[in-house]
C-alpha cells in the first residue's frame, strides 16, 4: 500500500521548468522530514533535496542548488518540488521517502527509508 504518491513529472526541454508533488496518505508521515531521491539509469540513487518537519529547515544537492526549491503546505501533507532552469543531467526517475522518527534532514542522502513513492519520471530533453 502507497504511503506516498508523487505527480507532475513529464518531458520539459533544457532551460524549463516542472513543479512535482508528493502526498502523505498516512498522517504519521506529515510529522517526520520528506526527502526527494532521483535515480537516472545506471547511476547511484541521488539525495535531492529534503524539508523537516514543519518545513522548518531545507536542504539540496550541490547539483540543484540555486535551481530547485522544496515546500511543505500548512497541512504538512503535501511537499512540492519547484525545478527551474532544468538540465539534461536532471532526468530521472523522481521519488519521495521518509522514515520513521526522522524530523531533520541530517545525511539525507544517505538516509534508508520506511516509506517511499513509486515515482514520477522527468525527461529533460531537446
Known amino acids: 500500500q502507497l504511503q506516498l504518491v508523487e505527480s507532475g513529472g513529464g518531458l520539459v526541454q533544457p532551460g524549463g521548468s516542472l513543479r512535482l508533488s508528493c502526498a502523505t496518505l498516512q498522517s504519521e508521515l506529515k510529522y517526520y522530514a520528506i526527502i526527494w531521491f532521483r535515480q537516472a539509469p545506471g547511476k547511484e540513487r541521488e539525495g535531492v533535496s529534503c524539508?523537516?518537519?514543519?518545513?522548518?529547515?531545507?536542504d539540496y544537492a550541490d547539483s540543484v542548488k540555486g535551481r530547485f526549491t522544496i515546500t511543505r503546505d500548512s497541512t504538512q501533507e503535501r511537499v512540492s518540488l519547484q525545478m527551474n532552469d532544468l538540465k539534461p543531467e536532471d532526468t530521472g526517475l523522481y521519488y519521495c521517502?521518509?522514515?520513521?522518527?526522522?524530523?531533520?534532514?541530517?545525511?539525507?542522502?544517505?538516509?534508508?527509508?520506511?516509506?517511499r513513492g513509486q515515482g514520477t519520471q522527468v525527461t529533460v530533453s531537446s
Open positions: 524539508i523537516s518537519y514543519g518545513g522548518i529547515s531545507t
Open positions: 521517502a521518509s522514515a520513521r522518527g526522522y524530523y531533520d534532514c541530517s545525511n539525507y542522502d544517505r538516509r534508508e527509508y520506511n516509506w
